[in-house]
């Protein structure tokens, strides 16, 4: 009961919230469908529509896990919004599953208990989608700049282009600077003749 308990005090909160949040960021955009209660999605940021800044979401990850392990535990998973680490797709799904292994007439006793509105969270989260199906397009996708590595990461691909670019006419310098060498000393076994003497003239 616990979990029941968790997501209902979730429920709670967010509705008196509501007035607040409205003073903030403003009234709610219309929902597309006027069965349930407009709230705010706390799982999402929200824009300030006066200062234009980005406001992060009210459940940082790690809680929005614990959220969404409580409402797995309960069977009441279509409670909560949709977010990052819960998209409406995976709700539903897990919900037909609970549906098929717990009985309606027992899943409707606990939905009663935890609150008995609908409600119509507003705002839309898209999932990023990776362009690619290696582990770095993945890993990158949705970021601005890749991670700091290592400093041979960073440098690798200058490094190449600059090897690239000495190797391409290696063979006509190789060339320039033996017959640069051969017009200094034409035989190197031979003593020089230079003499140094520690007299200014």
Do not use: C
């Not at 919230?17 to 003073?23: E, T």
């Not at 995976?90 to 009985?103: E, F, K, N, P, Y």
């Amino acid at each position: 009961m616990s979990a029941v308990q968790a997501l209902k005090k979730f429920r709670l909160h967010e509705l008196k919230g509501l007035q607040s949040h409205i003073s903030r960021f403003g009234p709610l955009p219309a929902s597309g469908s006027s069965s349930g209660v407009p709230l705010p999605n706390p799982f999402l940021p929200h824009k300030n529509p006066q200062t234009g800044r980005w406001a992060p979401p009210k459940y940082s990850l790690r809680r929005q896990a614990e959220l969404i392990k409580k409402a797995k535990a309960s069977n009441n998973l279509e409670l909560l919004p949709p977010g990052p680490k819960l998209s409406a797709p995976t709700a539903s799904i897990w919900s037909q599953r609970l549906d098929a292994t717990v009985g309606s007439s027992q899943k409707l006793a606990v939905l009663n208990e935890a609150l008995a509105f609908p409600v119509d969270w507003i705002g839309e989260f898209k999932p990023k989608v990776a362009d690619g199906t290696d582990l770095g397009a993945r890993l990158y996708t949705g970021k601005k700049r890749m991670f700091k590595g290592h400093k041979w990461e960073r440098v690798r691909e200058r490094r190449a282009a600059h090897h690239s670019m000495l190797l391409k006419d290696m063979d006509k310098r190789v060339r320039r600077y033996k017959k640069q060498h051969l017009k200094k000393r034409p035989n190197p076994l031979k003593v020089s003749r230079k003499i140094s003497t520690k007299l200014p003239f």
